[in-house]
């Protein structure tokens, strides 16, 4: 498809181009809005430490976290994903106290979940919601801020925060959202080699069904693929486009 493979599908005809920047992304300063729908996951405590002590710029950082578990359970995988971050990492070098005004956790019965979409769903609400009010429940929204949706049991590499933004720079395009699926932690990056969500089958639905690679990029790849794990944009791409919220119990991949 030669759309996935050239900035612009015809290059003398700067209709067919992507839009440019309304505003330069700041590596250093741009606001990043993190969403996490966690489920019964006992590595969401981890998950907030490695997203705060791996960044650049930790107080840029806003997390809104759907939090599922159990009630009247004591297992660790219902235990309170920000508490557990207190009892679990707070050291001389690292206080979750600094951090709480960065989290909004919206608790809700597992018994009540419907489902990673709904979930899903749900974050994209408590976004619009803080951009539309004047009271926002976490902080305050701009259309020209980031969006950064991810599973609750994450890794990432220094400075990630500023890597991203280097990175959706690099595409000159205001549309655009960077998705991969997350690599293991043994990954050897010398390589430098990223999946490429580009080969779909058709379900009741399209999805993902495999990966290619790419080696050596020097920016991200068009291609046709998206994956909810890891996906970074413009917050007005979820304010304009949220998760579907009439899709209950339904999940077919990515």
């Not at 806003?62 to 578990?69: K, P």
């Not at 709904?118 to 259309?143: G, I, N």
Request: proline share 8%.
């Amino acid at each position: 498809i030669d759309v996935a493979d050239s900035e612009c599908s015809d290059p003398s005809d700067p209709s067919t181009c992507p839009p440019p920047f309304t505003t330069t992304p700041d590596p250093e300063a741009s606001i990043i809005h993190v969403q996490i729908a966690s489920y019964r996951d006992r590595l969401c405590p981890r998950t907030l430490y490695n997203l705060f002590t791996q960044a650049s710029n930790p107080s840029r950082i806003y997390v809104r976290l759907l939090l599922q578990t159990l009630p009247g359970s004591d297992l660790l995988d219902d235990a309170d994903c920000f508490t557990q971050l207190c009892e679990t990492y707070n050291s001389p070098t690292f206080s979750c106290t600094s951090h709480s005004s960065n989290v909004l956790t919206v608790p809700l019965s597992s018994l009540n979940s419907l489902g990673p979409t709904s979930a899903r769903s749900k974050l994209s609400s408590l976004l619009l919601h803080d951009y539309l009010s004047p009271s926002p429940l976490l902080t305050s929204v701009a259309p020209s801020s980031f969006c950064l949706q991810i599973d609750s049991h994450m890794s990432f590499s220094p400075s990630y925060d500023a890597s991203l933004l280097k990175t959706y720079a690099s595409t000159k395009n205001e549309y655009a959202i960077l998705s991969t699926y997350a690599s293991p932690l043994t990954t050897d990056w010398s390589t430098l080699e990223v999946p490429n969500l580009c080969m779909l089958t058709w379900t009741h639905t399209f999805r993902n069904w495999g990966t290619k690679a790419c080696k050596n990029l020097s920016a991200p790849k068009l291609t046709t693929g998206w994956g909810a794990g890891v996906s970074f944009g413009r917050v007005h791409a979820e304010i304009n486009v949220g998760v579907d919220p009439f899709l209950d119990g339904v999940f077919d991949g990515e």
